[in-house]
C-alpha cells in the first residue's frame, strides 16, 4: 500500500503543468470563502470542511483536477549581512529573488476523490522537488447517530493532512526569507520529514466537535526521491514504519471558530541516512490551541498557539561524531494574533522560542548559524502587514488573479544560544533581524 501511494503521488507532484485557483473555479466560490485574508493557506471554517470532505465539493461538473501556479518574489535585508553572501550566486545583503515557483494538480478526481499537489523550483537554491503533496477521500456519514465526516489521506509529510492552522506544516509565518539566517534547531515534527516520506492516516470529524486522525510514514527510497528532487543524505530516513496521531476538540458557530488540540510523531531514523552505527529515536508531543472571531464579512480576529515537545535518544548520531549528548529534549514554541479587514487588509503579530539540551556537535558546526556554547534557544517575534485586492466574488479575473502584498519584520532577542556573540565571532543575536518584501502571486 505504502508503494502504490508512494508512486501515486509522485506522479501527481510530478505533473508538468496553499490557496489554488483551481479550487476556486471547481466550487464557483471566492478564494476568501475558504481562506481569511483572501489567500491561502489559513482556512475559515467552510475551507476546513473542503479539505475533509476530499477537495471534492464545487459546481463545476467536470471530473479532474486542474492545473494552477503560484511564485513568490521577494527582497530582503539583514541588520548586517552575511560574510561570503546569503546564498550561492546571492551578496551578502539587500538580495532580490525569485523565491519559489510553484505549480499545483488540484481538486476533484472523482466524487468524494480530491488532490492537492504541489511541485516547486527553488529559486535559491536552483532546484525543483515535489512539495506538499495530499491526496484524500472524504465524505460525510452518520455514525452511532452522530453526523460526521470520515476520510483517508495519503500524504507526504506529517500534518500537511491536518486542517488547522496551528500544526508545523501550515503555521504562521505561512511564508518566510530564504536569504536570511534561521536558527539551527527545529524539532523533527517541524519539517524534518517533510517530503522525504509517505504516509498513509484516517481522519474523523464526530458531531462537528471531535476531531481525531492516525496513521503512519514510511520512508521512500534513494531512486524515488532523487527523481523527486529531495537528496536522501541531506537529512533523517525514517527505518520502519513512524506513527502519527492528532487529535482536537472544536466548536463553530456564525461568529466563533475555536479548536483545542494535541498530535504526536514517534520516529527511528538514520541519520543522514548512515545505516552502520543503528539508529535514533524521536518523541514528539505537541499541544496547540486556535480561536477566529468572524462577527461579518469585514472583520475576521483570531489567534493560534503551538507548544512541540521533543525528547530524542541519539546513540547512532554520537557514534557518528554528529551528536555529543546521547539523549536530550527541544522544545518550540509558538503563539500569534492576527487581524483581517474585508479580507484585505491584515496585520499579524507572532512570537517564538525554542529552549532545549546543549550539544555542540549538533548544533554548533555552521560559522554562521552554529552555536558557540552548543545551546540551541532562539526567541524572537514576526510583524507582518499585508494586502490582498483580489480574491473576492467580484475581483478581476476571479479566481486566476490573486495577489498578496506582504512587509515582514522579524526580530531575535536570542539566537543560537546567547544574544550576543553567540556564534563565538562577534555575531549577535539582533545582526540577524530581518526585513523582508514579499510579492504573492497565485494563477
Known amino acids: 500500500m505504502f508503494v502504490f501511494a508512494a508512486l501515486l503521488l509522485g506522479v501527481l507532484a510530478a ?66 549581512g552575511q560574510d561570503g553572501g546569503a546564498a550561492s550566486g546571492f551578496g551578502p545583503n539587500n538580495n532580490g529573488a525569485v523565491d519559489q515557483v510553484s505549480v499545483f494538480v488540484a481538486g476533484r478526481i472523482y466524487d468524494h476523490l480530491g488532490v492537492f499537489s504541489q511541485t516547486t523550483w527553488d529559486g535559491v537554491g536552483h532546484h525543483i522537488a515535489w512539495d506538499n503533496t495530499d491526496l484524500r477521500y472524504g465524505r460525510e456519514a452518520t455514525l452511532a447517530g452522530l453526523e460526521s465526516i470520515l476520510g483517508l489521506s495519503v500524504n507526504n509529510s506529517p500534518t500537511v493532512s491536518d486542517p488547522y492552522n496551528t500544526t508545523p506544516a501550515w503555521g504562521f509565518p505561512y511564508a518566510a526569507a530564504k536569504l536570511a539566517p534561521h536558527p539551527a534547531a527545529a524539532t523533527l515534527i517541524e519539517g524534518g520529514l517533510a517530503q522525504r516520506v509517505v504516509g498513509m492516516t484516517a481522519y474523523g470529524l464526530f458531531a462537528d466537535l471531535l476531531y481525531v486522525e492516525a496513521g503512519g510514514y514510511r520512508a521512500l527510497g ?15 530516513v525514517v527505518d520502519g514504519t513512524a506513527p502519527y496521531a492528532r487529535m482536537a476538540l472544536q466548536h463553530e458557530d ?58 530524542h535518544d541519539l546513540p547512532a548520531s554520537v557514534a557518528l561524531g554528529l551528536a555529543d549528548a546521547a539523549s536530550g529534549h527541544l522544545n518550540s514554541y509558538r503563539l500569534n494574533a492576527y487581524y483581517t479587514f474585508q479580507q484585505t487588509y491584515g496585520l499579524t503579530a507572532g512570537v517564538f522560542r525554542s529552549t532545549g539540551s546543549g550539544d555542540a556537535a549538533l548544533y554548533g558546526s555552521d560559522p554562521l548559524t552554529g552555536s558557540a556554547n552548543g545551546k540551541p534557544n532562539s526567541s524572537g517575534y514576526v510583524l507582518q502587514a499585508d494586502w490582498t485586492p483580489f480574491g473576492k466574488t467580484d475581483s478581476w479575473a476571479a479566481p486566476w488573479a490573486n495577489l498578496r502584498l506582504a512587509l515582514q519584520y522579524t526580530g531575535y532577542t536570542q539566537f543560537n544560544g546567547a544574544s550576543r556573540n553567540y556564534d563565538g565571532n562577534g555575531r549577535n543575536a539582533s545582526d540577524n533581524n530581518t526585513l523582508w518584501l514579499l510579492t504573492w502571486l497565485a494563477f
Open 254 to 311: 456564525l461568529q466563533h471558530s475555536a479548536a483545542l488540540g494535541v498530535f504526536g510523531l514517534s520516529a527511528h531514523v538514520f541519520p543522514n541516512n548512515d545505516r552502520s552505527a543503528g539508529t535514533d529515536r524521536y518523541t514528539d508531543v505537541g499541544l496547540d490551541a486556535s480561536y477566529q472571531w468572524h462577527p461579518n464579512r469585514n472583520h475576521v480576529l483570531g489567534a493560534n498557539a503551538t507548544a512541540i515537545l521533543e525528547t
Open 222 to 236: 534513494g531512486g524515488p526521491l532523487n527523481t523527486l528532487g529531495v537528496a536522501i543524505a541531506d537529512g533523517p
Open 15 to 80: 505533473t508538468p503543468a496553499r490557496a489554488v485557483p483551481s479550487f476556486s473555479d471547481q466550487t464557483g466560490e471566492a478564494c476568501s470563502a475558504c481562506h481569511v485574508g483572501a489567500f491561502g493557506p489559513q482556512l475559515t471554517a467552510h475551507g476546513r470542511a473542503f479539505k475533509l470532505t476530499g477537495y471534492a465539493d464545487g459546481q463545476a461538473p467536470r471530473q479532474f483536477p486542474m492545473v494552477s501556479g503560484m511564485a513568490e518574489v521577494s527582497l530582503t535585508h539583514t541588520a548586517q
